[in-house]
């Protein structure tokens, strides 16, 4: 059994309206689920045109702005734009400095140092500013928490215009114009641009019609509204989609030289690229070094120097990796010398050797590693500047703000938080955070949890719908890279790949096709995976375009295994099978109305996990009374027993396995009883305890279970509805379908052809019927096959042993009724109930 690395949550299916569109039920559902519902819609998000970006005079206050700008270029005033360190601020800054300068301005820049000053505007930077002669600034990135700074630099003669993307706080600046969608009398459409995303459309509402200049506009407003993961939703979507096709071949100078350094000019560029390639260098410059020089790579007109330019950041960027690196090594240090993991339900660090440009990115790599939040801090003259990070469903911002009088700054949302707090307070402030907040009630939201938007069904794994999840593209925060799973997939073949053979890779089959899957560092799972049958699979759907070949191809996120064929499994069905023809009847038999009223006594385990029902039967199991562990399908019973080997307190030894109750009920009076029997009476068993370990096959057969039992027993409900595949499983193994009896009838008739085969080996027919259909079955499958053949009449014969005397056979040209086989329809209706019992579970 291979439990996966994560918890699978799967979302549930949506109703959609499949009439007026061309893509996938499967697509609908999924853009249904991101609340992309009408035509118009739908529209919008899979052709995402430019001409779909909204009217940029919707914002409030841009006609002010525009206003104000074009007076201050009529009066030659001294403009200076103010931006930010990031990627946002700094592809903000570029668009808005080449705008005036297009529109004859002489524009100058100023970013704050992250070090010295911090983010956003601040009086010292507007004193400065005032004292170059400067008349008006415009912010980028910044300004909207500014309420102070403002009416300082009014008191200087100096006008703000500020565009911004951030949440106003409730003192609004009282600038000469305010553009941020999110205010709250802006009745823009959208409200989660980036703030390059404002500034792009600053320069919309001037109309330049230059169309080298806005190519280059979408393609720096791309990469400002990945790097600061805003939603890829609506206009953000229009943006990124629309940019990255242009990145392709850019007309930014800074740009193409940062791709081409990195050897990805020329290439079809996705959010991925831009975000763990292009956004970090451009960050880096602000982290540790001068924010300018990517400005400057941003702004640059000649190639030459751009790509100087492009070489001095890729070294600002290799010292910042080097320094993350030192700082994360010396964090694990500390953390693993004091055994601050085991001991601290938030972990908080500190050192006066790091640099505090790096430790939020530091602190998230010890969040993954230690499945803890962090908080990493730089101390420096008696103060330390930190930055937290949160695991998901710890709000850490809520957690810091019961102690916000410790700090001296204190900011951020529930994942991610910066401070500033004097060192003298930094014991104080993990003695409280540990005190408050429980070791283990972190350790139970820690588990690693895998969203899975769909389970798809076999039959939707197709080519089609694999092409049709392009259209979804480009995926990011807000549009995140759909993930499926697909449970009962074959495995036909496994094996490692990669240099290291760190990689697997895998041939699956659905039910009619075959499936290629690679999953990255799973190659560990090798070994395990040549003793499984079946296995289910979280996913990503991917095209493989490779040697001219066109597939779909999963790209595997986790993999769960519920069972392996071992020789304890093999055991378990060859008994099972054997008496299943005898279950049969019962299953389907429906001789009596079962009372409602009999749910009674009943205990349900909450969960579903192995462990947790092994350790519920150990509190059902008392030496003074009876218990009787129902289980309905072999891989259910293999699990059970593979849970008793791992468990010390119970073993085998207590239980008595039965197949056949009727058989075998005198010789297991005194005894608990296992009873791999999905036919299994109650009543006859006289338990004190009833535990239904899996799901029953229909429930007609649970009811009459139910009633048998006596009625001072205890009944233990430990199954759920996901059971009842299990149950599905025999049914596939037992039970042919339509096409398979076709194929199995030309072989068989290719073998009595001359009527001289009438002695045949049982193996050797099921090696040729598995080769021909592709398929692993039981043995039980092919004699139930032979079995409606002889009820149709096609072929009489008697079993011996492992061989089949053939007693006659006709080569039947009619038509065949499958409904008169008593055996098909005993089969089918078995299945059919199962399906009916799972939808009322």
Known sequence: MINGNYKWEIGTKEEVDIAENNLHPVILQLLKKRGIITQEQIQRY??????????????????????????????????????????????????????????????????????????????????????????????????????????????????????????????????????????????????????????????????????????????????????????????????????????????????????????????????????????????????????????????????????????????????????????????????????LADKSSIIVISNSNWHPGVVGTVASKLVELYKRPCIVISENNGEGRGSGRSIPGFNLFEALSEFSDLFMKFGGHEQAVGLTIKTENIRKLTDELNRRFNIKDIELITEPILNIDLELNQDDISLELAKQLELMEPFGYGNTKPVFACKNLQIQTSRTVGSDFKHLKLRLKSRENNIEAIGFNFGGYKEDLDMASIMDIAFFLEVNRWNGNVEPQLNIKDLKVPFFRDELLIKIENKYYANFNSYLTYLNKNDRQVPNDIYKNKFILPGENPKAKIDYIKSVLDPKQKTAIIINTPYKAWEFAKQLQECDDISYNEFEIVYNIDSELPKILSDNIIAINPAFDCGKACCDNIVFYDAPFNENIF?????????????????????????????????????????????????????????????????????????????????????????????????????????????????????FSDTYMNLYLLKKSIIDFYSKL
């Open 46 to 339: 899979i052709y995402p045109k430019l001409s779909y970006l909204y009217d940029p005079m919707l914002l409030k206050d841009i006609d002010k702005a525009v206003e104000r700008i074009k007076k201050a270029i009529l009066n030659k005033e001294k403009i200076v734009v103010y931006g930010d360190y990031d990627a946002d601020g700094i592809t903000s800054c570029a668009i808005v400095i080449k705008l005036l300068e297009k529109l004859g301005a002489l524009p100058e820049y100023y970013i704050p140092s992250r070090l010295d000053e911090g983010y956003g505007l601040n009086t010292d930077a507007i004193q400065t500013i005032a004292d170059t002669g400067a008349k008006l600034i415009i912010t980028v990135d910044n300004g909207i928490s500014a309420a102070e700074e403002v009416e300082f630099a009014k008191k200087l003669g100096l006008d703000i215009v500020i565009t911004d993307h951030h949440e106003p706080s409730q003192n609004i600046p009282n600038a000469v114009a305010i553009v941020n969608p999110k205010q709250r009398d802006c009745n823009y459409p959208f409200k989660e641009l980036a703030g390059v995303g404002v500034a792009l459309k600053l320069a919309c509402a001037f109309k330049i019609n230059d169309a080298a200049l806005e190519k280059e506009f979408l393609e720096l407003a791309a990469v400002g509204t990945i790097a600061d993961v805003v939603p890829l939703l609506d206009e953000n979507r229009i943006i990124v989609k629309n940019g990255l096709a242009y990145l392709e071949n850019p007309t930014n100078n800074g740009l193409k030289a940062m791709l081409t350094q990195m050897g990805l000019n020329n290439a079809a560029l996705d959010t991925g690229k831009i975000g763990y390639l292009i956004a970090p260098r451009l960050n880096a410059a602000g982290r540790i070094g001068n924010p300018e020089t990517a400005l400057e790579l941003l702004l640059c007109k000649d190639e030459a120097k751009a790509y100087e330019l492009s070489s001095s950041l890729e070294k600002i960027n290799q010292e910042r990796q080097a320094i993350e690196v030192k700082i994360f090594d010396e964090a694990k240090v500390i953390i693993e010398k004091e055994n």
């Open 703 to 819: 009811k009459k279970q139910l009633a048998q039992i006596l009625p001072d027993a205890k009944i233990h409900l430990l199954f759920n509805k996901e059971d009842l595949r299990y149950n599905y499983l025999v049914c596939r193994r037992i039970f042919p379908t339509i096409d398979e009896l076709k194929i199995i009838y030309q072989v068989l008739s290719r073998l009595f052809l001359n009527g001289s085969n009438n002695l045949l080996d049982l193996n050797l027919l099921e090696d040729i019927l598995k080769k021909q259909l592709k398929i692993d079955f039981n043995k039980a499958y092919l004699l139930n096959v032979l079995k409606v053949f002889q009820e149709m009449d096609i072929i009489r014969y008697k079993i011996d042993g492992n061989y089949m005397h053939i007693l006659d056979y006709k080569k039947n040209g009619r038509k065949i009724q499958l409904e």
